[in-house]
Nanobody, 128 residues
Framework: QVQPVESGGGLVQAGGSLRLSCAAS????????VGWFRQAPGKDREFGAA????????LYSDSLKGRVTISRDSAKKTVYLQMNDLKPEDTAIYYC?????????????????????WGQGTQVTVSS
């Protein structure tokens, strides 16, 4: 069992960058796919990005594609979300989640129900 722990959130001006980290507590992410989701005030939580357990497949939402990169360190202890050209609409709590379920289709890794282990979230605020 693994417990994701997020860090790296903060306040940044529009156009700036942040790198979020998701550390594996209690285990490493070997055998787990890891996703980043976000929840803006008054909105439902939505998918942002994911990296499948193999580390070779990455997925991005349309709203973040081209501005973010998800990656994993070689020790499989930390997953990163590098976010560039941030916009005020990116303001949200960002959650990291892990799943040891296997699906052949990438699309399953864009839905919350696939993930069993969730972090507490880290706040990202982008000022205009």
């Amino acid at each position: 069992q693994v417990q994701p722990v997020e860090s790296g959130g903060g306040l940044v001006q529009a156009g700036g960058s942040l790198r979020l980290s998701c550390a594996a507590s209690g285990n490493n992410f070997g055998g787990y796919s890891v996703g980043w989701f976000r929840q803006a005030p008054g909105k439902d939580r939505e998918f942002g990005a994911a990296i499948r357990f193999s580390g070779t497949s990455t997925l991005y939402s349309d709203s973040l594609k081209g501005r973010v990169t998800i990656s994993r360190d070689s020790a499989k202890k930390t997953v990163y979300l590098q976010m560039n050209d941030l916009k005020p609409e990116d303001t949200a709590i960002y959650y990291c989640a892990a799943s040891n379920k296997y699906y052949s289709s990438d699309s399953y890794y864009t839905v919350e129900e696939t993930y069993d282990y969730w972090g507490q979230g880290t706040q990202v605020t982008v000022s205009s």
